[in-house]
């Protein structure tokens, strides 16, 4: 197995509010401490790529997608660094990338910092390293054009991988269809859909990751839960470094954030106490009621693991429809990979087959109305209820 020494610092720096010139003067104070000044992130005449967390149109007091704030600042940062582009993008899970920009103020932060919307439509095929399961991917031609990557995720809950931090939000680098095709080839394999995300993440290494935690959601994420208040701003040049101490902070242990536990599997470092933290304490972040999705086990429960194949339905958490809710638009039929959802009638909600459903939740993801949430079996309930899950 291959070992790798990823470790690096992690910066936490309070914030408890979005104001421009604060969230700017936070990621001034990132830059110097981390990197001794962004002149040293962003050479001159650099071409750069901001890549936010733009999942859909949805206004930033949801705390569906980087706020604008911090996307503004990072952009105006790097253009007085001396880059000659800042280009800002994503490809949203639905409408367009300017569309979503539009909705988010993501766009009036770019006009202000005189940066682009990248289209995100053409793809590029990149090598991997030797090492990693997969040879090659096919992502955003402008992360393949530019000379610096800056990753700026936000700190959400997520149906499928627990959190939704920096690791996963190169996922959006995948244009258009190919994030359907990875979720129908990855199945219901979570583990193989970990890994997909670290060695993506890996392969494009950002240069940096900022993520927006003045705000973050819980529960039914990652676009139908609930605003809370972390108060902080979280950067490093490792992801997983920054992503654990993020795990740490919301109380979730480690082994249950799927990247975190494929990363140690594949060789890379996790563990807390070798990360250097720098910045406000980790304590003054600390919380202990923080709501997680409903995706403690998605396979069920460890303890029951050779069993689960006869008692499945018993022991595997679900998409489920709140039909109240549902107003019938289609947009998760649209989007289910193995095409488990239907329509049975015009004026009602949507039915799920489960016996084809790889539990992907992408249909929760993108639920206008927050209709379709993760829901725990009874087998699931009855083990959390024991902590035996």
Not at 54 to 76: N, Q, Y
Not at 82 to 89: C, E, L, N, R, S
Not at 186 to 192: L, M, P, T
Not at 245 to 255: L, R, S, Y
Request: glycine share 8%.
């Amino acid at each position: 197995m291959t070992v790798y020494n990823n470790s690096k610092p992690v910066y936490l720096h309070k914030c408890d509010r979005y104001d421009h010139e604060r969230i700017k003067k936070a990621v001034i104070t990132i830059g110097d401490h981390l990197k001794g000044g962004w002149n040293n992130i962003i050479p001159d005449g650099a071409k750069v790529l901001l890549k936010p967390n733009m999942l859909i149109s949805a206004a930033p007091a949801r705390a569906v997608t980087t706020h604008p704030f911090l996307v503004g600042a990072v952009a105006e940062i790097c253009r007085e660094a001396g880059a000659a582009t800042v280009t800002i993008g994503d490809s949203p899970a639905l409408g367009s990338t300017l569309k979503v920009a539009q909705k988010t103020g993501i766009l009036q932060a770019a006009q202000q910092a005189a940066a682009d919307i990248g289209r995100f439509t053409d793809s590029v095929r990149i090598k991997t390293p030797a090492e990693f399961m997969h040879r090659s991917f096919t992502v955003a031609k402008e992360a393949v054009d530019a000379d610096v990557i800056i990753n700026l995720p936000k700190f959400k809950t997520h149906a499928l991988m627990v959190l939704t931090l920096s690791t996963k939000n190169l996922y959006g680098l995948f244009v258009g269809k190919q994030k359907m095709r990875w979720h129908l080839q990855s199945g219901r394999d979570h583990a193989f859909f970990a890994r997909l995300l670290v060695e993506l993440a890996y392969t494009v290494k950002p240069s940096l990751s900022i993520i927006d935690a003045v705000e973050g959601m819980e529960g039914n994420g990652p676009s139908s839960g609930t605003p809370r208040p972390l108060g902080f701003i979280g950067a490093s040049e490792d992801m997983l470094s920054l992503d654990r101490v993020c795990t740490e902070i919301v109380g979730i242990p480690p082994d249950k954030n799927h990247c975190l536990r494929t990363a140690r599997q594949m060789g890379f470092t996790t563990d807390l106490d070798r990360i250097d933290l720098r910045g406000d304490s980790l304590d003054r972040f600390q919380i202990d009621d923080f709501k997680p999705a409903a995706t403690m086990a998605v396979e069920g429960p460890p303890l029951l693991k050779p069993f689960v194949g006869m008692v499945e339905k018993f022991f595997t958490v679900k998409p489920s429809v709140t039909q109240s809710r549902c107003r019938g638009c289609g947009i998760c039929i649209t989007a289910c990979p193995p095409q488990a959802i239907t329509l049975p009638k015009k004026d009602g909600a949507v039915s799920i087959n489960h016996s084809r459903c790889i539990r992907c939740f992408c249909c929760q993801e993108l639920c206008p109305e927050g209709a379709i949430h993760a829901r725990d079996s009874i087998g699931v309930k009855l083990m959390k209820a024991l902590g035996l899950e």
